[in-house]
């Protein structure tokens, strides 16, 4: 039975077919392969009709990976889109009987007309002050938010104005922005918004016959809804009330364009008779990561929404998280280049791990600190993998073989054709440019075997995929570990995550001001603590740049959680001792580190430290026995990616303590303290 792959919360959301739902669902658990299931249920139940589905997502991405997995189920016909794809497509097709002629075009970037506007005001602004402008326009506007109200609505949302305007300039400006969009006979993407809106709203026919359209609409991340979206959604359903919605309040951290959690948390109250499912079971992360996440958020006190849900980790046991401040940003980058190359020489792939900063300033350190040492790495938000010249080849070549009759499997078809362009079953030594254009190929070969596995797709259905991929930019993975912004990674998850920059003045950025903005900057947080399934490491620079002013102190999010009480090695010895204790003391009653194992260690340990007239801390330090006895690895390289474990110790203590972890007698030499 299909519902036989879901978990009991999961089934719950899954066999809801009727009326209004709403799911509370955390990080990690599972929430768009239950509404998947949800749906396809649906439609094999006959309760939904699959073509009156409408699905909404947040990003294109998102779009096209529920539509994939829509028809790995069996299920076709089912539109997925995003607010502003699903309102275009209604409005492109009502325009000519509503208002005319053909649709305006829509204006790719704002930055032009914010530029001319600015300029007949006599504004002068460079292009970071016309970004800023820019962003206050579309706030606006999302926000259902006039030139004529424009004050008024800003003051009571405390927003300052933009760029170093006051609210009254912003307001001309509005004004000038929308004189200028007609005069040049465009609009932008969220007039595509409002004019569907304004249409649905004046015109009963047309709304009518949307409504007869689509039956059944699911939301997902509904805690970023924005009013303009909000009220989209409410035209769309009428008087209906056939809606599920998804989101996490806990991941709402896109207010500043507008987005509000309350829709998400007063669904409720809108909709008494609704269900409510909590989904609270992690699958994504180990309980070390699932804890600390808690943590994060238990510490935001009465600013923690009641709509938040508290996980509960399912995998086993991982290594502890690892915090460590470094002198510098430098040195940072490089101490993590260092930690990542240990990782991919344990086994980790490249495309399996992360780096992710609070600003996009801060990559170059780590471009510079990769590519020093070897890594390839990608930066999202960069150059769209569809956009890659070699990509574009590659697709044209793969469509001239689909016009030959070939049984042969995708793959092997994929393979014959893209040898030909630079691909090949190894990977090229060269870095730069080859070794890019080598694993963009092989990103696609790699999605024929999976595609082939999955449905057995032949070379059409290949093509097919890409050409939705391409739509959606949905691209499949390109190895090279992922630098990345913590908005930019919301939706995404790796096995290994590193953290940077974790210091007040990043983290929350000096800019938040306000309860609230500083309770979005510790979602934020949360966020990036659950990217990660199974290695997660937190860490700051002291200083900005070498020999600087070391001032920087943990992000006040991790007060009670930094190890050292949250002052980065400050303090006095007897608190570091305390933390240490309770640290110890939690990894242990929580059953995360094996006891056994740790007192083994211990008691080794002691011997070696009196052996060798040596302070025991400097042997292996506690935390290292902690997570020694919680990841109990199997050889050196497993080892090696424990906290604790330079290169020295590997060599004079790995055999002893891997002995020691399988429960087996000490091996005897000189340096295992026997």
């Known amino acids: 039975m299909l519902l036989d792959a879901l978990d009991d919360d999961q089934r719950a959301v899954a066999s809801s077919l009727t009326g209004p739902l709403c799911v509370l669902a955390g990080a990690g658990t599972g929430k768009t392969r239950a509404i998947t299931y949800r749906i396809a249920h649906g439609v094999q139940a006959g309760a939904f009709e699959a073509s009156r589905v409408l699905a909404v997502t947040f990003t294109a991405r998102a779009a096209g990976e529920m539509r994939s997995r829509l028809r790995d189920l069996g299920v076709g016909g089912v539109q997925a889109r995003t607010f502003h794809a699903a309102a275009l497509r209604q409005l492109s097709y009502f325009w000519p009987d509503a208002v005319g002629g053909s649709l305006p075009r829509i204006a790719e970037y704002k930055a032009p007309l914010v530029g001319e506007a600015s300029g007949r005001l006599g504004l002068g602004a460079d292009r970071l002050a016309i970004r800023d402008l820019a962003s206050e326009i579309e706030w606006a506007k999302v926000s259902l938010v006039t030139a004529d109200d424009y004050v008024r609505a800003a003051s009571a949302a405390g927003r300052p104005g933009a760029a170093g305007h006051d609210l009254t300039t912003v307001a001309r400006l509005l004004t000038m922005y929308e004189e200028c969009k007609t005069e040049r006979g465009v609009i932008d993407f969220e007039d595509v918004l409002l004019l569907t809106v304004g249409i649905l709203a004046?015109?009963?026919?047309?709304a009518r016959a949307v409504r007869a359209?689509?039956?059944?609409?699911?939301?997902?991340?509904?805690?970023?809804?924005?009013?303009?979206?909000?009220?989209?959604?409410?035209?769309?359903?009428?008087?209906?009330?056939?809606?599920?919605?998804v989101g996490d309040v806990s991941q709402t951290i896109y207010s500043f364009t507008g987005a509000s959690p309350r829709y998400l948390t007063d669904f409720p109250r809108r909709y008494p008779e609704a269900d409510?499912?909590?989904?609270?079971?992690?699958?994504?992360?180990?309980?070390?990561?699932?804890?600390?996440?808690?943590?994060?958020?238990?510490?935001?006190?009465?600013?923690?929404?009641?709509?938040?849900?508290?996980?509960?980790?399912?995998?086993?046991?991982?290594?502890?998280?690892t915090f460590d401040a470094y002198d510098d940003d430098a040195a940072e980058a490089q101490a993590i280049a260092r930690r990542i190359a240990a990782l991919v020489a344990g086994g980790v792939r490249t495309s399996e791990i992360a780096i992710l900063y609070r600003t996009n300033a801060?990559?170059?350190?780590?471009?510079?600190?990769?590519?020093?040492?070897?890594?390839?790495?990608?930066?999202?938000?960069?150059?769209?993998?569809?956009?890659?010249?070699?990509?574009?080849?590659?697709?044209?070549?793969?469509?001239?073989?689909?016009?030959?009759a070939d049984e042969r499997p995708v793959g092997e078809i994929v393979r014959d054709v893209l040898g030909g362009a630079g691909w090949s079953a190894q990977a090229p030594t060269a870095r730069g440019a080859v070794r890019e254009r080598w694993e963009s190929l092989d990103a696609l070969v790699q999605l024929a075997d999976d595609l082939h596995e999955r449905r057995d797709a032949d070379l059409p259905a290949l093509l097919a995929e890409l050409d939705e991929r391409a739509a959606a930019q949905h691209a499949p993975t390109v190895e090279g570990v992922t630098l990345a912004s913590l908005h930019a990674a919301k939706g995404l998850e790796w096995d290994?995550?590193?953290?940077?920059?974790?210091?007040?003045?990043?983290?929350?950025?000096?800019?938040?001001?306000?309860?609230?903005?500083?309770?979005?900057?510790?979602?934020?947080?949360?966020?990036?603590?659950?990217?990660?399934?199974?290695?997660?490491?937190?860490?700051?620079?002291?200083?900005?740049?070498?020999?600087?002013?070391?001032?920087?102190?943990?992000?006040?999010?991790?007060?009670?959680?930094?190890?050292?009480?949250?002052?980065?090695?400050?303090?006095?010895?007897?608190?570091r001792r305390k933390a240490r204790a309770q640290a110890l003391a939690a990894a242990l009653d929580d059953g995360e580190a094996d006891p056994e194992v740790f007192e083994r260690l211990r008691a080794w340990r002691a011997d070696v430290a009196r052996e060798t007239s040596k302070p025991a801390y400097t042997i292996l330090h506690d935390t290292t026995l902690v997570a020694i006895a919680t990841a109990k690895p199997r050889d050196l390289r497993q080892l090696a990616v424990l906290r604790g474990i330079g290169a020295a110790k590997l060599e004079a203590y790995g055999s002893a303590v891997l002995a020691l972890v399988r429960g087996e007698p000490l091996p005897v030499d000189s340096s295992g303290g026997r």
Request: net charge positive; proline share 4%; glycine share 10%.
């Open 202 to 206: 004046e015109r009963d026919d047309v």
């Open 213 to 245: 359209q689509y039956r059944h609409f699911v939301v997902d991340e509904y805690q970023d809804v924005s009013p303009l979206q909000q009220r989209l959604l409410e035209l769309w359903l009428g008087e209906r009330r056939e809606l599920c919605v």
């Open 496 to 575: 290994a995550v590193f953290l940077a920059g974790v210091s007040d003045g990043l983290l929350p950025i000096s800019l938040a001001e306000g309860d609230e903005a500083i309770a979005e900057e510790r979602r934020l947080l949360y966020v990036g603590v659950t990217r990660a399934r199974e290695h997660l490491a937190l860490s700051f620079g002291r200083a900005r740049t070498p020999g600087g002013r070391a001032t920087r102190k943990p992000s006040r999010f991790l007060d009670g959680i930094w190890p050292g009480d949250g002052t980065a090695g400050q303090g006095s010895e007897r608190s």
């Open 276 to 321: 409510v499912v909590r989904l609270v079971r992690d699958y994504r992360s180990t309980p070390q990561v699932v804890r600390l996440a808690n943590d994060v958020l238990a510490r935001a006190g009465r600013a923690r929404s009641s709509a938040a849900v508290e996980l509960v980790a399912q995998r086993p046991s991982g290594p502890a998280p």
């Open 362 to 404: 801060q990559a170059e350190a780590f471009e510079q600190a990769l590519a020093q040492a070897g890594i390839g790495y990608l930066v999202r938000g960069g150059e769209r993998f569809f956009a890659r010249r070699e990509v574009r080849e590659a697709v044209v070549l793969l469509r001239g073989a689909a016009r030959a």
